[in-house]
C-alpha cells in the first residue's frame, strides 16, 4: 500500500506530541506494525530534538516531516532552517567502549537512528537541511 502524510512541527518539544499522534494516524492507514510505529517516533523525535536543541531555529520555521510508505519501504523526509548539519558526516559515532561516565554527552540520539534506518541521504539547499532516512518495513 502506497500512502504519503506531511506533517508540520513547530521547532518546540511541545509539539511532539502532535507529531506523535500524526504518525499514529499514517501508521493505521498504512496498516504498520506496532513497532514500525515505535521505531518512526523515536526516529522523529531523536531528530527533531537535535534540529530544536542545537540547529538554532527556536522562533523560526517549521520543521517538515514527509512521511512515505510504498511496499515494504519507509522513508521519513525532514526539512528544516537550522543551522547546516550533516549527520552523516560532522557527528563522530560515540565511543561504545568506554564506561557511560566516561563519554562525552550526546550522539547517542544520532547513533541509535543510524542503527534503525537502512539508509540515510543528507543535502543542504535553498538555505535548508534535507534529511532523508529510509528504512525496510518491519513485519
Do not use: C
Request: hydrophobic share 45%; charged share 25%; aromatic share 6%.
Amino acid at each position: 500500500m502506497n500512502e504519503t502524510a506531511s506533517i508540520t512541527m513547530q521547532p518546540d518539544v511541545e509539539d511532539l506530541e502532535n507529531v506523535f499522534a500524526a504518525v499514529e494516524e499514517f501508521a493505521e492507514r498504512a496498516a504498520w506494525p506496532m513497532n514500525l510505529v515505535f521505531q518512526v517516533k523515536l526516529i522523529l523525535e531523536e531528530m527533531a530534538l537535535n534540529v530544536i536543541n542545537y540547529g538554532g531555529v527556536e522562533g523560526a520555521e517549521p520543521i517538515d516531516i514527509v512521511l512515505k510508505t510504498e511496499n515494504d519501504i519507509v522513508t521519513i523526509e525532514i526539512k528544516d532552517v537550522g543551522q547546516p548539519f550533516d549527520p552523516i558526516k560532522d557527528a563522530p559515532s560515540p565511543d561504545l567502549s568506554l564506561a557511560l561516565e566516561d563519554r562525552p554527552i550526546g550522539g547517542l540520539g544520532l547513533y541509535l537512528v543510524r542503527t534503525m534506518v537502512d539508509e540515510m541521504h543528507y543535502e543542504w539547499h535553498d538555505g535548508h537541511n534535507h534529511l532523508t532516512l529510509i528504512t525496510r518495513r518491519l513485519t
